[in-house]
């Protein structure tokens, strides 16, 4: 089979690897790629993720028989829709479905109308409005722009200054464009984050095992929202005995209704949660595999990942085709100073092959990297993402970091505390 990976992070890094290594794959496209897909094998193609018409007249050219877009922004502008027309296998939600993202306002419908846990939340499309039901609810209170903003259109307000200055930055100063149409307003929750991904083919949703994301830039969740820091799986706070009953809580009713919808869902639905003090709430949907989560899944994950792509396609997952490895994996992300605000490209890197060389198994995702002659350099926020395994979080943490010690990248920084909050977790379950 001729494979199509879209995207250019460590996610698609992560997917590219481990498609290689499935039985059914004679070749592996990527669009546009990476330094990482490009040394993994794969065929790195210039063309952009929402250039939708050149990614199909190239599917065409090279009679790929699946394409995997990583992102989401090919999914809400329709590639799966596309490829369906044209009879290529795509694994991914149709657009429609892919609003349970692309839409915060239509996520919240669809949780409300199928009884899944959530913030309570109020939209509106005009500004003063908008306002004025702020006024009346106060700090703290989170505000999103309803559309897709790369991770940047929510705001945790704790003042009622920030909650104003938010909705003006969104629905007045249009500071990401028409995706502050519609404001979503909602109820602040306290608790701790963990990520849900489950497979799904239309009808079934099967779970994979639980990560954590880390969202801050740094230390202790401190600083601005990135895309992801680092993450591990499992998540102590949702451990595999759990897993069941949280998709039949958080997953199995949206993708119920989806199907009721006329659009069955297939692909991965990962269900962001929050474990409040009374009980679980579904912060967001997205429509897609997480970034980095993906990378300690996939280290964990055994089998054929397109065998189990084709088969949601199909609309015949085997539950008993998504097994993981029972070790703990763990990735950290290596940033380029400035990350997420301005930052530079073009450094070189140094010492991946000493980092894969020590214990723990180690995997160097790539993100923003590329390759100028001889020399790796940076071209990206995320640079890399070191992930290791090891037979308790405690080992992964470990490997993980003493890998990452050994990679040179000027202007650089990582977050030193990813999984501490589970390592936390753990020692409070045995005091
Ligand atoms: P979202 O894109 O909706 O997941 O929001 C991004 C981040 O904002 C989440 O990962 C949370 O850290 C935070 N967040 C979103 N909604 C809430 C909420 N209702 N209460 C507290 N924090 C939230
Ligand atoms: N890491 C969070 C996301 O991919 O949305």
């Avoid at 890094?13 to 990476?34: R, Y």
């Avoid at 923003?368 to 992930?387: E, F, Q």
């Avoid at 990452?404 to 977050?415: A, G, H, K, L």
Wanted: aromatic share 4%; with cysteine; hydrophobic share 40%.
């Amino acid at each position: 089979m001729r494979v199509l990976v879209i995207g250019s992070g460590g996610r698609e890094h992560a997917l590219v690897w481990k498609i290689a290594q499935s039985a059914l794959v004679d070749k592996i496209f990527t669009a546009p790629g990476n330094g990482g897909t490009q040394s993994q094998g794969a065929i790195n193609t210039p063309l952009a993720d929402n250039d939708i018409d050149a990614l199909a007249a190239f599917v065409r050219k090279e009679k790929i028989d699946l394409v995997v877009p990583g992102p989401e922004l090919p999914l809400t502008l329709g590639i799966t829709d596309r490829m369906r027309a044209q009879g290529t296998a795509c694994f991914g939600p149709d657009a429609y479905g892919a609003r349970i993202e692309g839409s915060k306002a239509f996520a919240k419908e669809i949780m409300a109308r199928t009884h899944v846990p959530t913030a309570s939340s109020a939209v509106f499309s005009d500004a003063r409005s908008a306002q004025s039901h702020a006024r009346k609810m106060g700090a703290p209170l989170v505000i999103k722009a309803d559309g897709l903003a790369a991770g940047k259109g929510v705001v945790v307000a704790r003042t009622d200054e920030q909650i104003r200055q938010a909705i003006n930055d969104i629905m007045t100063a249009r500071t990401f464009g028409p995706a502050g149409d519609r404001v979503v307003m909602e109820e602040f929750l306290e608790g701790e984050e963990v990520s849900l991904l489950c497979f799904c083919d239309g009808k079934n949703a099967v779970p994979l095992p639980s990560a954590q994301d880390h969202k801050a830039a740094r230390d202790n969740d401190q600083g601005p929202n990135t895309g992801g820091m680092g993450a591990y799986s499992p998540a102590p706070i949702l451990d595999d005995n759990g897993l069941e009953k949280m998709t039949d809580i958080a997953v199995r009713p949206v993708l119920k209704e989806l199907a009721a919808q006329g659009h069955p869902f297939v692909g991965v639905l990962y269900a962001g949660l929050m474990m409040t003090a009374s009980g679980p709430r579904v912060l967001e949907y997205n429509a897609r595999f997480g970034d980095p989560e993906c990378q300690p899944l996939l280290m964990r994950m055994r089998g054929d990942i397109v065998r189990i792509m084709l088969d949601c396609i199909n609309g015949k997952l085997d539950p008993n085709s998504v097994v993981c490895s029972g070790q703990t994996a763990l990735g950290v992300v290596l940033a380029a100073k400035g990350y997420p605000g301005d930052y530079s490209r073009g450094h070189v890197i140094t010492g991946i092959d000493r980092a894969e060389a020590t214990t723990g198994g180690i995997k160097v995702f790539h993100g923003g990297t590329t390759v100028r002659g001889d020399a790796l350099v940076s071209n990206g926020g995320r640079v890399l993402c070191v992930t290791a395994l090891g037979d308790d979080l405690e080992q992964a943490r470990k490997n993980a970091y003493a890998a990452m010690e050994r990679i040179r990248m000027p202007d650089s920084f990582y977050r030193t505390d990813i999984g501490i909050k589970g390592i936390r977790h753990l020692a409070g379950q045995e005091g």
